[in-house]
């Protein structure tokens, strides 16, 4: 009982450290520190938030994505063809963190032998 209790205060700690470092839109800035969101400290706090669930952290991260594309684009259009560095920024460290990444030799192995 006593490492539930410490859990949920675990992920409340989070969730309010996160509270500081939020993007400020449209510029996708952390309202913090004014390094590109997710600061390195907003995805220590969304990795201890969404511990227990990866994939409601993809999820959220990949709406982010989708308004950080819109209101970049927005801001500045001859600059919005770097969607491949934004889905690196946003998608690709939790992909490293939580091991997501498939190695595509292994997986096209793997529809052969089945």
């Not at 450290?17 to 600061?39: A, I, K």
């Not at 938030?49 to 994939?55: Q, T």
């Not at 994505?65 to 690196?88: C, K, M, Q, V, Y």
Request: with cysteine; charged share 20%; hydrophobic share 40%.
């Amino acid at each position: 009982m006593t490492g539930d209790r410490g859990q949920s205060r675990a992920r409340a700690n989070a969730a309010l450290f996160r509270q500081e470092h939020l993007p400020m839109r449209p510029l996708w800035l952390c309202r913090r520190c004014g390094q590109p969101w997710p600061c390195g400290a907003a995805k220590l706090a969304l990795a201890a938030e969404y511990r227990d669930s990866p994939v409601s952290l993809f999820l959220y991260l990949a709406s982010c994505l989708h308004d950080a594309i819109d209101d970049l684009h927005r801001l500045n259009p001859s600059e919005a063809g770097g969607t491949a560095s934004l889905f690196d920024r946003f998608l690709g460290w939790p992909a490293r963190t939580h091991g997501y990444r498939a190695n595509t030799a292994t997986a096209i192995g793997n529809e052969e032998t089945s």
